[in-house]
């Protein structure tokens, strides 16, 4: 299974908003609702901020938001605060019944 | 919340095999799908394998020829054997939980740093 496509790196000035996108194919993101999004510190296990596309876990901020379309998922996290700043992966269940995880995004806080 | 931690050699010798085991603290391990993920230095996030409690089990593709998940429940413990190791096993490896059928993993462990060196 092949990792899902996500840009390297995003950026955005405090208060703005930014969108990572997430593609995959029909066998994961396209054919399923069941894709994740995780926040990663350095040095720190990752952190689900949205699974089943757009929903969000207790205690995340509704800054962070989910949606697909086709094979690509996206991100968009609104009011960019610096605390932000980190990695993020999505996660897709295959027609395997297994996870792929996309190539992660940093995020910079300019 | 669910607890995990892991456990195990961090130093492996390569072509030998590196053995993991992840400890439920909350008595939830029939309850859960249980998962191994791993994060070589530097680079992204690669799911390994995940075992539920009726002993229903699946791998990655690309590894499943040399992966071994298994579940000890009395003990709340689950394992991962990975075999033939080489240095790009070299990786942090995770313990995680997925609820449900299994769609998300939700909890993780913190993780432990295994390399592969002679």
């Known amino acids: 299974q092949s990792a899902l496509t996500q840009p390297a790196s995003v950026s955005g000035s405090p208060g703005q908003s930014i969108t990572i996108s997430c593609t995959g194919t029909s066998s994961d993101v396209g054919g399923y609702k069941y894709v994740s999004w995780y926040q990663q510190y350095p040095d720190n296990a990752p952190k689900l901020m949205i699974y089943d596309v757009s929903s969000r876990p207790s205690g995340v901020s509704n800054r962070f938001s989910g949606s697909k379309s086709g094979n690509t998922a996206s991100l968009t996290i609104s009011g960019l605060q610096a605390e932000d700043e980190a990695d993020y992966y999505c996660s897709s269940y295959t027609s395997r019944s297994t996870h792929v995880f996309g190539t992660g995004t940093k995020v910079t806080v300019l | 919340q669910v607890q995990l931690q892991e456990s195990g050699p961090r130093l492996v010798k390569p072509s030998e095999t590196l053995s993991l085991t992840c400890t439920v603290s909350d008595g939830s391990i029939s309850s859960y799908y249980w998962s191994w993920l791993r994060q070589p230095p530097g680079k992204g996030l690669e799911w390994i394998a995940y075992?539920?409690?009726?002993?229903?089990?699946n791998y990655n593709p690309s590894l499943k020829s040399r992966v071994t998940i298994s579940m000890d429940t009395p003990k709340s413990q689950f394992s991962l054997k990975l075999s033939s190791v080489t240095a790009a096993d070299t990786a942090v490896y995770y313990c995680?939980?997925?609820?449900?059928?299994?769609?998300?993993?939700?909890?993780w462990g913190q993780g432990t740093l295994v390399t592969v060196s002679s």
């Open positions: 995680a939980a997925c609820g449900g059928d299994c769609y998300t993993v939700d909890h």
């Open positions: 075992i539920f409690h009726t002993g229903n089990t």
